[in-house]
Nanobody, 124 residues
Framework: QVQLVESGGGLVQAGGSLKISCAPSRRTFNNYAMGWFRQAPGKERDFVAAISWSGGNTDYASSVKGRFTISKDNAKNTLYLQMRSLKPEDTAVYYC?????????????????WGQGAQVTVSS
């Protein structure tokens, strides 16, 4: 079974930065659009950022635009989310996802593969 594996989550103070990564356990996702979603305690999972299969197009939720950067290194078969100026409300489990298509893709139903999630906690 193909899995996406997130890494780099942790605890950071408000105003700090954190970079999380996502890579498949098997196969390449170089031809897939990819994205990040997050789920805070007691809330639904929400879209955070998305990138096209080529890496040339990106888009973000309004709540993170200007603070987060999504990138894709096809040579390393790895997806990244650089998070800056973190706020306590960014605390959530962050999930990476891969979907077949040009992208960017914005809805959960468009994605075919999901990671297990990485906890990001921002303290005030």
């Amino acid at each position: 079974q193909v899995q996406l594996v997130e890494s780099g989550g942790g605890l950071v103070q408000a105003g700090g930065s954190l970079k999380i990564s996502c890579a498949p356990s098997r196969r390449t996702f170089n031809n897939y659009a990819m994205g990040w979603f997050r789920q805070a305690p007691g809330k639904e999972r929400d879209f955070v950022a998305a990138i096209s299969w080529s890496g040339g197009n990106t888009d973000y939720a309004s709540s993170v635009k200007g603070r987060f950067t999504i990138s894709k290194d096809n040579a390393k078969n790895t997806l990244y989310l650089q998070m800056r100026s973190l706020k306590p409300e960014d605390t959530a489990v962050y999930y990476c996802a891969a979907g077949y298509g040009l992208g960017p893709l914005y809805h959960e139903s468009q994605y075919d593969y999901w990671g297990q999630g990485a906890q990001v906690t921002v303290s005030s």
